[in-house]
Antibody
Framework: QVQLQESGPGLVKPSETLSLTCSVS????????WSWIRQPPGKGLEWIGY???????KYNPSLKSRVIISINTSKNQVSLKLSSVTAADTAVYYC????????????????????WGQGTMVSVSS | DIQMTQSPSTLSASVGDRVTITCRAS??????LAWYQQKPGKAPKLLIS???SLESGVPSRFRGSGSGTEFTLSISSLQPDDFATYYC?????????FGQGTKVEI
């Protein structure tokens, strides 16, 4: 079955760039939207953005100026870069697969996040 | 962007109780709504998609309903394994947003 595994530094200094990778195993990255979602300690979930395997992206407006999501189809990986981090970016970061699909008319029918990684904790501190 | 408001934030209940959680969208999202269960230290688990479609393997005591702007998640007879935090999430074609969560506690 498809599994997701996030990886990256657990500690990032303020003003620097947070970089995480989500490795997809047991299935292809193709044909799906892949999202990053975060959860500050003791708080709720915040959607960061998504990328379709072919390159289409959309970001949360509140983070748009600092976020880049990319995909490496040859490595079956999805990456997140969040620049100019502050303590407010301290959170568990999850990657997740969206189980929507494109129909024969090329209309995308969105759906929920059916597969999640275990999450990786990132702290922003000097 | 669409805002999702869950109520209550915390719900105290006992094993065997029927519980209901409400999620309201700031504008119509048709049936583009999912419910997740999250336990401490774990990733969220998808329970219901498309407002009322139960995921495979999820017990039938979970039920989702609603469309447009008002949705509910009901648990017909609360079991010990159900004490957790529940999130709604909208996924219209233009954005993704989570509710703030409802903690179901003893």
């Amino acid at each position: 079955q498809v599994q997701l595994q996030e990886s990256g530094p657990g500690l990032v200094k303020p003003s620097e760039t947070l970089s995480l990778t989500c490795s997809v195993s047991g299935g292809s990255i193709s044909g799906y939207y892949w999202s990053w979602i975060r959860q500050p300690p003791g708080k709720g979930l915040e959607w960061i953005g998504y990328m379709y395997y072919s390159g289409r992206t959309k970001y949360n407006p509140s983070l748009k100026s600092r976020v880049i999501i990319s995909i490496n189809t040859s490595k079956n990986q999805v990456s997140l870069k969040l620049s100019s981090v502050t303590a407010a970016d301290t959170a568990v970061y999850y990657c997740a697969r969206e189980m929507g699909y494109y129909d024969s008319s090329d209309y995308y029918d969105p759906d929920a996040f059916d597969i999640w990684g275990q999450g990786t904790m990132v702290s922003v501190s000097s | 962007d669409i805002q999702m408001t869950q109520s209550p934030s915390t719900l105290s209940a006992s094993v065997g109780d029927r519980v209901t959680i409400t999620c309201r969208a700031s504008e119509s999202i048709s049936s583009w709504l999912a419910w997740y269960q999250q336990k401490p230290g774990k990733a969220p688990k998808l329970l219901i998609s498309k407002a009322s479609s139960l995921e495979s393997g999820v017990p039938s005591r979970f039920r989702g309903s609603g469309s447009g702007t008002e949705f509910t998640l009901s648990i017909s007879s609360l079991q010990p394994d159900d004490f957790a935090t529940y999130y709604c999430q909208q996924y219209n074609p233009y954005s993704r947003t989570f509710g703030q969560g409802t903690k179901v506690e003893i």
